[in-house]
């Protein structure tokens, strides 16, 4: 599955078929256990799926949420050091 594909479909239906991907895994690796798989890089194209899958819903997540930057502490400590600087030289 391309990530195109994965971006055309709807975000219920897309968690729906993350969770068959999943189980899908799971039989997958009760199959390899048991030796009675027949084609083991199917257990890795699954894991790429999953992977592009939860990529794309964490986009989704974090393109609804408001963006709030977080501060570096490099950048807290240069405006501390700025802010320090300030009142000196106000102060002479």
């Known amino acids: 599955m391309t990530p195109?594909?994965?971006r055309e479909k709807e975000t219920?239906?897309?968690k729906h078929e993350l969770v068959e991907k999943?189980?899908?895994l799971f039989d997958l690796r009760s199959q390899a256990v048991t030796e009675k798989l027949e084609d083991?890089?199917?257990l890795r194209k699954t894991k790429k799926d999953i992977a592009r899958m939860e990529t794309i819903?964490?986009?989704r997540e974090t393109e609804?949420?408001?963006h709030h930057k977080k501060k570096s502490k490099a950048n807290r400590r240069i405006q501390q050091t700025a802010?320090?600087?300030t009142a000196a030289t106000?102060?002479?």
Do not use: G, M, N, V
Request: hydrophobic share 20%.
């Open 4 to 6: 195109k594909e994965i």
């Open 12 to 14: 219920d239906h897309l």
């Open 22 to 24: 999943r189980k899908h």
């Open 40 to 42: 083991p890089s199917q």
């Open 57 to 59: 819903l964490k986009q």
């Open 64 to 66: 609804q949420q408001p």
């Open 83 to 85: 802010a320090k600087t």
């Open 90 to 92: 106000a102060t002479k």
